[in-house]
C-alpha cells in the first residue's frame, strides 16, 4: 500500500515536492521542537494521482491512511473527530512546494457538526465561540468545498448584523451566530438541495478532493504561468491536516500573523499584527484591523517573551527572515505556519546584509536572496518632499514606493487597460486572491480596508508595488466605479498618486524625485562587484548625468549620446545653421561655434568620470530630427499667407480669425502687423527650411541617411567632434586630471567606414597634441548595431579597439520590427498569442539577436583577442540579458543610471550561476 | 646580359605576360606562316625595369639589343634605318598581355628625317606619299613622345586646307603636305624649344620609352581600374617594333581592319573596311569613311582571295573569331595584327555555337567564351517598329540594340550627369580614348563620323552599349553642347534616343519592345542547362508574365507577388473596402469578393506552368501602400471644403477659382455644383479615409506591419489568399492539369508565425479537399528576408519545407540601410570613395548578407538535409551572384524573366568553375 499520509512527526522536512511547502515546513517546524498544533500531510502525490484519474477518484487506501492519521490526533490531544465530548476539530489547508500566498483555499473547523456542536458548547461553556466557529465553518465549506457563492452568506450576515444594529462582528451575540449558522445551513441546503453533510470523515473526505481541485483552478493556474512555474518546480499540492487552535476562545485568545523582522524596513525587530478573540483569518482578510505586535507586551507580556524566543528559534533554524502565523489559544501560544517572508527591497536588502554580518548566511547566500529588479524600486522616485500637495486620505503604508495612475475600481477593468497601456492603480475596499490579475496590471493598489498583512500588502509587497492599506477615509462603491474620500470623489479614470511608505492618497499627479542609497546597499553592491567579472557602465550625457552614475557604482560611461547635447535651447538654433547650411563654408562656420559647447560639454563629463573610461558616440540620428515637422511649417506658411492677405487687404479680417489666432505666436514681429514685408521675410524663410525639410526627407529613417553615413558625407560635423573631445581631454590632461575618452563609431557595416574616421582621428590627434604640447590616450571604437557589422567583426576588429553592441537598432534590424510601429500595432498581439514571449525591446532576444552577438564577439576576438566588448542598448540593464552578456563573454553592460544598481547586482548573479544553463524563453 | 628584344621569329607566342598580347601574336602569327613584316618586341620585363627606376632610365643593354634588332630587320628588308637610299621605317606599337583597345600610344614611321625623306622620295619616286608621311609622323611623334598638344597640330593642318580651299585629305597635293610638314615642325621646335630629333635610334629611343610610360598614364590605370586589372593579369607593356608597310603608296596600295566573322551578326562572312591609299590609323580614327570589305572583291580581286584564305588560316590556328589589321603595299597583302575579335551578344552566341557545330570548339569553351551579363543585351528591349516615329538622323549601326537618354557632348559632363543617376547618351564628333570615362556612364554612343571600327564602335561594342557611328546628317558642335540635325536643333539635356541596329537617330523617348530568342541562343542555353546545377526559376505575377518566363527557359516560378494582382483597377476598389472596414465581417466581405479573383488568378499562372512549382507569396506590403497618400487625401479635402463654401455662396466664385480648378476632376458629381450635400459626403468619405491613412501610418514602413506580421493580425487575409491557391489547384486537378503549387510565407521572424500560418493552410487543405473531392499536393515554405529568419533557420526547417531568400529586404536588413534612402543619399558616395566596392541591392554582398545565407542553409539543413533553398532577390539574376549560390548549395535562383538567359547561362559557368576560388570585392 503505497503511503499517502505523513504526520508532522515522521514527514521529511525537506521533501517539499512530495509535502508542498507548508507541509514540509510543519514537520521540520514540530522536529525541531517549536510548539506546532499535531497533525499529518496528505502528499502532493495523491493530489496528483486523485487529479490524474479521469474520474477524480481518492486513490485506493488514502482515506483509511487519514482515518488512521485522525486516530493519532485524537490520541495527541484527547478528543474525538466530530465527538460530541471534547470534540478534534481540524483545519485542512493547501500547500505546494512553492508559496503561492492566497492561491490555494482553506477550510477551518472542519469537523464541526450539530453533534460536535453540543460537544464544544459543553466543553467550553462558551456558546458564542460554538457558533461563530459554526458559521464560520458552514460559510467556508460551503463557499470552497460545495463551491456556493461567497455573497450568499454575506448577504445572510448582514441582514442578521442590521437586523442587530451592529457594526463590528465581535459585538454579535451567541445567539446572533447562532441565527446566522441556522441561516448558513438553509442556504447550503437551498443551493445544494441536501442537508448540510454531518459526517466529519465525508466532510474530511469533500475537503480534501475541493483542495486537490484547486489546484487547477483557474487562478492557481493563472499564477503559475505568470510566474513560469513548471512542474519540475511544483507539481501538485499536499494536503495539511492540523488540529485546530482557537484564537476566538475569549480574550486570553488570540491570532496574529508576525514576521521576524521589518519587512518594510528591514529593522531587526518583531513586526506583526493581531486580534483579541479571533481567528486567523480575520487578520489576513482584512476585516477588521488589527493591533500591532508590539501592544502584546502590554496585553499578554508572557506571550510576548514567548513569541520573541519563537522568532530567535525561528531565525536560528532557517537564517532567513520567517513570516508566521500563530494563535493563542487561552494562555497557549501555538506557532501555526511559518516561512520566509516576502520583502521589499529595501528590507530585504537591509536583512540580508545584517545577516551576513551577524555569520547567519555567507555574502554568495545574501547576494543570492535579491532578484536584481528588486533594486530598481530603491531607485525609482519617490514622491518630492517638497511638493505643496495635501493628501485627500491616509492609509497603512503597506508596501513602500509611489505610484500614480488611473483609478480603477476591479481587477478585470485594471487588467483591461493597464494592457492597453495605461496607469493603473487598483482601488478596492479590499482585495481577495481573485484579483490577483489586476495586482499584475496596475502600478499600485489601494485598499479601504485590512492591514500590513492583509492580501493587497503582502501580494504587493511581492510583487515590489507600492500599496496603501486600509485607507478607511475611503469610501469605496465598487458597483458605481468610484470613491469618495471626504468632499472628493473620483471615477475611474481619475489621476491618483498613492504614496506607499506613508501611506497618503493624493489626487492628481504629484512629483517625484531620486532616491537615495542605503548603505547597506552600497555594501551589498560592493560584495556584488566583488563577485562579478562583467563590468557596469552608464549611459550618460551630461556632467550631471555622470555624477549620479557615479554614485550608483557606474565604472564608466558606455555611452555618451553627443546628440543629446545638440537638443537645449542654446544649441539648437546653431545646429539648425549648420544643417540648412547651403555650402561646406556656412556648415563649419556653425560648427565652429558648436565646437567650444561641445569640447566643454565632454569636459565637464571627463571631470566626473576621472580615470573611468568615458565612450562619446560620435553623432548618430539623421539630421532632420533636428528639423521642424514639415506638416508644422506648412501649417506655419499657410498661416503667414493668410495672414499677409488681411495686412494687404486682399481677404477680411473676419474671414481670416481663425488663422491670426493660431499664428499669433509664430513670430514676435508679426505682432505688430506693421509690415507685411517682415511677414514676407519670415515666410521665404520658412520656405528655405521646408525644402531643406523635405530634402531630408526619407522613407525609413531608421534605415537612413544617420551615424557614420552621415559623418563620411558631411566630414565637418564628425571631425568637430573629435576635435571636441580630444580638445577636452587635453586641457583636463594640462590641469593634471587623469581622463580615459574613447570615441565610438556608430551604425557602422564596414570597416572602411572605420578606416575613414580613424584617418580623421589620427590627423585630429597629431594637431591636438601639438596645439596643447601633450602626448593623448584614447581608444577609437565601433557601435555594432548594424547587423552586417556582426558579420563582419573579424574585419572592424581590425580598425576597432572595442566594441560596443547597441542592442535596440540591431534589435530592430534583426527582428525588421520598427520599434515604435512594432509596439503600436503586432507587438501586443504577437506578445499575447505567443509567437513571441518577450518584447525583444525589453528583453534580449538570445536565440536571434543573442546568437548574432555570440558569432560577433568570437569573430572580432579572431582579430583582437583581449578586445573589450559592451552592451549599450537598453537590454544592458536587464538582469536575463545580463547574464546572457556574461555567458557569452562581454566585457561590460551599459544601461541608464537607475538600472545600475540592478546590473552590479545580475553581474553578480551571472558570475555565481556560471555555468548552469539559462532557461530561454524565446522561440 | 639579360635578354630584353625577341625577334618575331624566336618569341614565345603563348607568352604574353613577357611579350604582350599584340607581341606574342606577332610572333605566333609569323611562326605560323602569315606574311606579316618583319620585326621584334621589347618585353614587359623592359618596360617594368624603366618604371622601377627612378630616374626612368633604359635597363642596361636594351637599346644595344634594339639596334641588333633593327640591323636584322635591315636585313630582312634590304632597306637602311634612317639611310637615305632604301630607308627603313618602323612602326612603334605598345601591347600589354591583356588587350585594352585604344588604351596605348602608337607612333608610325619611325625613321623618317630629313635625309630619309630624300631616299623615301627618290626611292618612291612619290612625293605626296613621302610628305603624307612625314607630316604623320611629326605630328604623332610630337603628341606621344614629345606631349605636344594634338589641336596645335590641327590647327596647322586646318588652315594650309581652308587655304587651299579642299575638304579631303585626299586631294592635298604634295606641296599642300610639305607645307603641312614644314610647319609641323616649326611647332615642335616652338613647344620643345629644340629642333625635331633627327637621328633615327634617337628618335627610337624616345618613342620606347613613351610607350613604357602611358602604362602608367590616366587612360591606362583608369582602364585597370574600371575592369579590375591586377599586376597577376597583365604588368607592364611591351614594344613592337614593326618595319613599316604603306597602305598609302598610291591607288594599288591600301589598309584595312577585318573580322573572320560579321561582329554584330555572327554571320559566318569575311566581314571588314578598308581605305584605298591610306594608312591604318585614318581606318581606326574613322577620319575618311571606309569601304565595304566585299567591295575589294571587285577592286582587287586577287588580293580578296588572299584575305578569304588569311581568314580561314586564322580561324584553323585560333578557334576563334579574329579581328586583324591588314595593309597592302603596292598589291602585296601584309597581315599587320590579329586578335580575338570583340563581339557583340548575339554574335558571340552565333559564331560560338557554330564552332561547336563545325568542330572547332567543346561546348563547355563555347558557353566560357560568353560572359552571361551580355545575354541581357538580347533581352533588352529594341524601339517598337509600330512606333509612329522619323528619325533625325541615320549613322552606321556600329553596336546593335537601343538606348535612350539625354544628350551629352564631352565624356567628363557625361560622366558627371551619369553619376547622378541620369540616362545618358554621349554624343561626339568622333571619340578618343580619353573619352573612356564617359563610355562607362553612358547608355550609348552616337558619332558624326568614324565607320564600325572607329574607336566608338568597338569599345562601344566591348562594353555591349548601343552605338551609332558616322551619322554624317549631324552637326556636332561640342564647344557650345549642341548638335544640329537637318532643322532640329539638340542641346545637353534634350532627351534622344539612338538604335545602334538599325543606325537610326530620333528625338525624344521612342517605345521599345522585348527582343526574341535566337535558335542559336537557345541550343547554347539548353547546353548551359546541362552543365548547370543551379536550377533557374522567374519572379512571375501573372499568366503572361509566365508565359513570357517559359519562354525565356524558366523551370517554374520562384515568386509570385500577389499583391500586385490587387493592384490592377478592378481590383483595387475593392482591396480598398477591404483595407478601410471597421469590422472583421466588412472586412471579410470584401475579401469574398478577392477570393473568386484571385483563384482565377493562381489558376491562370497554375496552367501556364503545368508541373513546373510556382511558388506563391502571401500578401507581403504593408496595407497602406493601396491607399492614397496622406498629402493627397487633405488636399483634396481642402479643395472640396472650399467649393463647399463657394456653393453656400459664404466665398465668391473669384476667390476660389484656383481651387475649382484644382478640384474639377476630384469627383464627377461636384461638377454639376447642384448639391453641397454631395460634397459633403464626398468630404465624409475622404475624412474617414484620411483617418484610416493616419491610423496606419508607419515611421519605418520597410520594418512595419507587413507580410506575415498582418496576416496574423488580420487573419482573413491569408486565409483567403491560401484558400484562392488550394481552390485554384484542386480545380485544374479536376481538368486533369498538373500542377505543382508552393505556399511562401514572407518577413518570417519566428517559427511560432509558420506553425500559425501552417494551422491555417491544413485546415483549408482539408476543406477544399472535401469540397472538390481531391487530393492536393503542395508545399508550404517561408521567405528569409529577416535577419532574425536566418538566425533561426534550424528552428524554422522544422515548419518550412523549402525557403527562399529575399535579398533585396535582407540587404537592407544586414546593412540598415533603407534601399531608396541609401541610393538617394549616400550610396553614390560610398562608392565613389570606395567604402563599398558595389551597389549592395545589385551586387550581392557576399561578405555581409552572403555570409548569413550560407550559415542559415547549413542551420535550415540541419534540420532538414534534403531542404530547397532558393532566393528571389534582384541578385537572383546577377552572375556574381549566382556563383556565390551555387558556391554555399543554394537549390535554384529566380529572376525577372529578361534576366533569365544571364542566370542560366551563369549557372553554368558557376558549375564549370566549381571550386575556383570567387574573386569578391565586398570589402
Known amino acids: 500500500m503505497k503511503k499517502w499520509v505523513y504526520s508532522f512527526h515522521e514527514g521529511d522536512g525537506k521533501n517539499k515536492r512530495l509535502l508542498g511547502g507548508k507541509g514540509a515546513n510543519l514537520c521540520e517546524m514540530t522536529q525541531i521542537g517549536l510548539h506546532v498544533p499535531p497533525g499529518f500531510v496528505i502528499s502532493t502525490e495523491a493530489c496528483l494521482a486523485f487529479l490524474g484519474e479521469p474520474a477524480q477518484t481518492l486513490p485506493p487506501g488514502l482515506m483509511e491512511q487519514v482515518r488512521a492519521g485522525i486516530t493519532l490526533l485524537e490520541k495527541e490531544t484527547g478528543k474525538s473527530f466530530g465527538g460530541r465530548d471534547n470534540p478534534l476539530f481540524v483545519s485542512v489547508r493547501s500547500g505546494s512546494a512553492l508559496s503561492m500566498p492566497g492561491m490555494m483555499d482553506t477550510i477551518l473547523n472542519l469537523g464541526l457538526n450539530e453533534e460536535s456542536m453540543q460537544g464544544l458548547i459543553s466543553k467550553t461553556g462558551n456558546l458564542r465561540f460554538a457558533y461563530d466557529s459554526y458559521r464560520r465553518f458552514i460559510q467556508l465549506f460551503g463557499k470552497i468545498a460545495l463551491g456556493i457563492p461567497e455573497d450568499a452568506f454575506d448577504t445572510g450576515f448582514s441582514q442578521v448584523k442590521d437586523a442587530a444594529g451592529i457594526t463590528d462582528d465581535i459585538d454579535l451575540s451567541a445567539d446572533h451566530l447562532a441565527e446566522i449558522s441556522q441561516r448558513y445551513r438553509e442556504i447550503v441546503s437551498a443551493k445544494t438541495k441536501q442537508p448540510f453533510p454531518q459526517d466529519p470523515y465525508e466532510q474530511l473526505e469533500i475537503a480534501i478532493k475541493a483542495v486537490f481541485l484547486s489546484w487547477m483552478g483557474k487562478r492557481a493556474v493563472d499564477y503559475r504561468r505568470e510566474f513560469g512555474i513548471t512542474p519540475d518546480m511544483a507539481n501538485g499540492t499536499a494536503v495539511n491536516i492540523v488540529a485546530m487552535v482557537f484564537g476566538n476562545m475569549g480574550n486570553d485568545s488570540a491570532t496574529g500573523v508576525a514576521f521576524t523582522r521589518d519587512p518594510g524596513t528591514g529593522e531587526n525587530v518583531l513586526f506583526g499584527e493581531y486580534l483579541v478573540n479571533a481567528q486567523g483569518e480575520d487578520v489576513v482578510a482584512g476585516i477588521r484591523t488589527p493591533r500591532p505586535i508590539a501592544a502584546l507586551q502590554d496585553e499578554m507580556p508572557g506571550i510576548y517573551q514567548e513569541l520573541l524566543l519563537l522568532r530567535r528559534q525561528l531565525e536560528d533554524h532557517y537564517r532567513e527572515v520567517q513570516d508566521f502565523e500563530f494563535t493563542i489559544e487561552k494562555g497557549v501560544l501555538y506557532c501555526l505556519q511559518t516561512r520566509n517572508g516576502k520583502m521589499n527591497a529595501t528590507a530585504l536588502v537591509r536583512t540580508s546584509v545584517e545577516m551576513v554580518q551577524s555569520g547567519y548566511i555567507d555574502k554568495k547566500t545574501a547576494l543570492l536572496r535579491i532578484q536584481p529588479e528588486m533594486l530598481e524600486q530603491l531607485i525609482y522616485p519617490h514622491l518630492d518632499p517638497q511638493a505643496a500637495v495635501t493628501p485627500i486620505a491616509h492609509g497603512l503604508p503597506a508596501s513602500p514606493g509611489a505610484a500614480c495612475g488611473i483609478a480603477v475600481f476591479n481587477a478585470d477593468r485594471a487588467e483591461q487597460r493597464g494592457m492597453q497601456g495605461e496607469k493603473v492603480i487598483l482601488v478596492r475596499e479590499e482585495t481577495k486572491p481573485e484579483d490577483i490579475h489586476g495586482f499584475f496590471a496596475s502600478q499600485g493598489i489601494l485598499t479601504s480596508r485590512g492591514g500590513k498583512t492583509s492580501h493587497a500588502a503582502v501580494v504587493a509587497r511581492g510583487m515590489g508595488k507600492p500599496c496603501v492599506a486600509g485607507a478607511g477615509g475611503i469610501v469605496v462603491d465598487g458597483q458605481r466605479n468610484s470613491a469618495t474620500a471626504g468632499d472628493v470623489e473620483f471615477h475611474e479614470g481619475t489621476l491618483i498618486t498613492i504614496d506607499g511608505s506613508t501611506g497618503s492618497v493624493y489626487l492628481g499627479r504629484v512629483p517625484m524625485i531620486e532616491a537615495a542609497f542605503s548603505p547597506e546597499l552600497s555594501l551589498l553592491l560592493s560584495w556584488a562587484d566583488e563577485m562579478a567579472r562583467l563590468k557596469v557602465m552608464a549611459n550618460a550625457d551630461t556632467p550631471k548625468d555622470a555624477e549620479i552614475a557615479v554614485s550608483f557604482g557606474a565604472m564608466g560611461i558606455g555611452l555618451c549620446r553627443t546628440e543629446r547635447m545638440f537638443n537645449a535651447s542654446d544649441r539648437l538654433p546653431i545646429m539648425v545653421e549648420m544643417i540648412v547650411a547651403e555650402n561646406e563654408n556656412d556648415r563649419k562656420n556653425a560648427l565652429s561655434r558648436l565646437l567650444p559647447i561641445q569640447r566643454e560639454d565632454f569636459k565637464g563629463i571627463l571631470q566626473v568620470m576621472g580615470f573611468r573610461p568615458v565612450t562619446i558616440r560620435l553623432l548618430d540620428p539623421p539630421i532632420h530630427e533636428f528639423l521642424p515637422q514639415e506638416q508644422q511649417l506648412t501649417d506655419e506658411i499657410q498661416n503667414l499667407r493668410n495672414l499677409r492677405k488681411v495686412m494687404l487687404g486682399i481677404q477680411t479680417l473676419s474671414e481670416s480669425v481663425d488663422f491670426l489666432y493660431r499664428t499669433r505666436d509664430v513670430h514676435p514681429r508679426i505682432q505688430k502687423f506693421a509690415d507685411p514685408g517682415l511677414v514676407d521675410e ?16 526619407e522613407i525609413n529613417p531608421m534605415l537612413g541617411h544617420r551615424g557614420v553615413r552621415l559623418g563620411l558625407t558631411f566630414p565637418e560635423i564628425y571631425t568637430m567632434q573629435i576635435r571636441a573631445v580630444l580638445e577636452a581631454a587635453a586641457e583636463c590632461q594640462i590641469e593634471g586630471l587623469p581622463v580615459n575618452p574613447q570615441i565610438m563609431v556608430p551604425q557602422v557595416c564596414t570597416a572602411q567606414e572605420l578606416k575613414r574616421v580613424k584617418e580623421w582621428v589620427e590627423e585630429i590627434k597629431t594637431e591636438v597634441e601639438a596645439q596643447y604640447t601633450v602626448s593623448l590616450s584614447f581608444r577609437f571604437g565601433s557601435m555594432l548595431e548594424v547587423v552586417r557589422a556582426c558579420m563582419r567583426a573579424e574585419n572592424l576588429a581590425e580598425e576597432a579597439e572595442f566594441f560596443s553592441f547597441g542592442t535596440n537598432d540591431l534589435t530592430q534590424a534583426t527582428f525588421s520590427f520598427s520599434r515604435e510601429d512594432a509596439e503600436n500595432k503586432f507587438l501586443p498581439l504577437y506578445n499575447m498569442s505567443h509567437i513571441l514571449q518577450d518584447n525583444p525591446f525589453e528583453v534580449l532576444d538570445v536565440k536571434g ?50 538600472r545600475i544598481p540592478v546590473a552590479r547586482l545580475a553581474a553578480a548573479h551571472a558570475a555565481i550561476f556560471e555555468g548552469e544553463e539559462i532557461q530561454d524563453r524565446s522561440l
Open 682 to 697: 519670415v515666410i521665404k524663410n520658412k520656405e528655405a527650411m521646408l525644402r531643406k525639410v523635405r530634402g531630408l526627407h
Open 849 to 898: 539577436v543573442g546568437l548574432l552577438m555570440e558569432h560577433a564577439i568570437k569573430w572580432g576576438r579572431q582579430t583582437r583577442p583581449e578586445m573589450e566588448v559592451g552592451i549599450c542598448g537598453e537590454h544592458g540593464g536587464h538582469p536575463a540579458s545580463i547574464r546572457f552578456c556574461h555567458k557569452i563573454g562581454l566585457t561590460y553592460v551599459s544601461c541608464s543610471a537607475p
